[in-house]
T-cell receptor, first 112, second 113 residues
Framework: GESVGLHLPTLSVQEGDNSIINCAYSNSASDYFIWYKQESGKGPQFIIDIRSNMDKRQGQRVTVLLNKTVKHLSLQIAATQPGDSAVYFC???????????FGKGTTLSVSS | ETGVTQSPTHLIKTRGQQVTLRCSSQSGHNTVSWYQQALGQGPQFIFQYYREEENGRGNFPPRFSGLQFPNYSSELNVNALELDDSALYLC????????????FGPGTRLLVL
């Protein structure tokens, strides 16, 4: 079946650094990709999404890069702040186009 | 514009009991998806409702069932609770049926003893 994996379960950075969180997916036919941020005790919060017809998409302080050749997705956070500390999930739309398939998450810790 | 809301926030049940969780979708959204999130894991898809019809189902047994109402709010029902059902249950709403741009609620924390 389809799967989503993460390269690092934890990432620690200093305030002001740029953070990069990576994700790999298994299905080369995947069309939709999304990043969520989940703070303790809360539901996942939408950060940014991208479709397979794009390689890069930018938001406020965040950039998502999609490399379909190696089935790799990354989230870049510029000038990381303590408020960015959370668990970050990448998710991929399933083949039926209904469900999101999530990875296990990367815990980002930002120290000041 | 109100976001996705869920009730109750926390719930404790015993094995074998039944539970109903509720979700109100974001204003204007006609699709609700339910996910189960075990501790330390990513959310797992249970099912999706689009315009009051089930629009897809994950690998969960039939004792997990749902409903969507004409106002697009939704219920998740779990019968014959098992200890492994202890998890955070998340509801997500979206504008169209499908996987795209799902906005999550805060979740209901269920503990089965």
């Amino acid at each position: 079946g389809e799967s989503v994996g993460l390269h690092l379960p934890t990432l620690s950075v200093q305030e002001g650094d740029n953070s990069i969180i990576n994700c790999a997916y298994s299905n080369s036919a995947s069309d939709y990709f999304i990043w969520y941020k989940q703070e303790s005790g809360k539901g996942p919060q939408f950060i940014i999404d991208i479709r397979s017809n794009m390689d890069k998409r930018q938001g406020q302080r965040v950039t998502v890069l999609l490399n379909k050749t190696v089935k790799h997705l990354s989230l870049q956070i510029a000038a990381t702040q303590p408020g960015d500390s959370a668990v970050y999930f990448c998710a991929v739309g399933d083949q039926a186009g209904t469900a999101l398939i999530f990875g296990k998450g990367t815990t980002l810790s930002v120290s000041s | 514009e109100t976001g996705v809301t869920q009730s109750p926030t926390h719930l404790i049940k015993t094995r074998g009991q039944q539970v109903t969780l509720r979700c109100s979708s974001q204003s204007g959204h006609n699709t609700v998806s339910w996910y189960q999130q075990a501790l330390g894991q990513g959310p797992q898809f249970i099912f999706q409702y689009y315009r009051e019809e089930e629009n897809g189902r994950g690998n969960f047994p039939p004792r997990f069932s749902g409903l969507q109402f004409p106002n697009y709010s939704s219920e998740l029902n779990v019968n014959a609770l098992e200890l492994d059902d202890s998890a955070l249950y998340l509801c997500a709403s979206s504008l169209y049926g499908g996987a795209e741009t799902q906005y999550f609620g805060p979740g209901t924390r269920l503990l089965v003893l």
